[in-house]
């Protein structure tokens, strides 16, 4: 039997939305899930003693419902009831690698570009990155979560930097 934990990373000082010790992350995991820097901009601990481990010696299903039920109880800010960045309610996220069924499923099901496509969308030097001509068009006004997930980004390039 694999053996699943239920982590939370909490704020090591007081910001605007809670207090010091709060969490603002939940997740489910086992092995170093908590430790991994990828979590989809979420920003993981500096320091290890603000990752807490709230449940382990969990089954799959026992560690995907506890993450529901604590991401339940402490509420999500972009839903405005209270303090995580979770971006779901938990309990949906996949365990072990990906099929490649699964990810041509994400990829969509274009299949192979056309020579007609890649012509059309190869620049004097290569393919472009972004040929959409609504890159740099304006948008209209910034989401409180974008506003946060932009801030987010900012802390972290700043703190790479330094």
């Not at 949906?92 to 012509?119: L, Q």
């Not at 059309?120 to 974008?146: D, L």
């Amino acid at each position: 039997m694999d053996t699943y934990y239920v982590y939370a990373y909490c704020r090591s000082h007081d910001s605007k939305t809670a207090k010091t010790g709060t969490p603002y992350y939940i997740g489910k995991g086992k092995n170093g899930r908590a430790y991994s820097k990828y979590h989809k901009g979420i920003p993981v601990p500096k320091d290890t003693r603000f990752i807490i481990f709230m449940e382990t010696n969990l089954s799959n299903v026992g560690a995907l419902a506890l993450e529901r039920r604590y991401i339940r109880w402490w509420g999500r800010k972009d839903q405005r009831t209270c303090i995580l960045l979770n971006r779901t309610d938990g309990g949906d996220g996949t365990t072990g690698p990906m099929s490649e069924k699964h990810k041509a499923s994400k990829r969509g099901s274009r299949g192979p570009m056309s020579e007609e496509y890649k012509v059309a969308h190869r620049g004097p030097r290569g393919p472009q990155k972004n040929p959409s001509p609504t890159r740099n068009k304006p948008r209209g006004p910034m989401s409180e979560m974008g506003k946060e997930n932009q801030r987010l980004g900012w802390i972290k390039r700043k703190s790479n930097n330094h």
